[in-house]
């Protein structure tokens, strides 16, 4: 196997992670997980050949505290880089940059949500897999 020519540089951080329970909450049983994103992409200088994606996720963004069990705003940050090989492929490094990107920090943020809502003594939460490239194209 060969290493990918997007990679990336160590391991990515977490940069907001705002948690408030609802200790009133009463669960109705099923509940609906709402989700809002967003996605930056900062690049550096262009002969670095990096860039800086930021992921943010809230929970529950606009509802009225006392109907949901818990408000959370977390957000992660990785640094990318890549070969020369992508520098004319403007489309396939953007590719890369918003969606890849993205869902690759989107895999270290699911465990450390489960853990946030287990040590709060809720259910687990298992955050589904999302689909950067369908979001991308509602934009």
Do not use: C, H
Not at 4 to 15: E, G
Not at 22 to 27: D, L, V
Not at 31 to 57: T, W
Not at 92 to 101: G, P
């Amino acid at each position: 196997m060969k290493p990918s020519i997007f990679q990336l540089v160590d391991k990515p951080r977490v940069t907001k992670n705002i948690f408030q329970l609802n200790k009133e909450f009463n669960f109705p049983g099923e509940l609906s997980l709402e989700i809002d994103n967003n996605i930056k992409v900062i690049k550096m200088f262009e002969e670095d050949k990096n860039a800086i994606v930021v992921l943010n996720l809230t929970f529950f963004k606009g509802r009225i505290f006392e109907e949901i069990p818990f408000k959370l705003e977390i957000e992660i940050e990785g640094l990318f880089s890549w070969d020369d090989e992508l520098e004319n492929k403007s489309d396939r490094l953007e590719f890369l940059l918003n969606e890849n990107a993205p869902a690759i920090l989107y895999s270290y943020l699911r465990p450390m949500i489960t853990t946030i809502t287990v040590d709060a003594n809720l259910p687990p939460l298992v955050i589904p897999l999302m689909n950067f490239r369908e979001q991308n194209q509602t934009k």
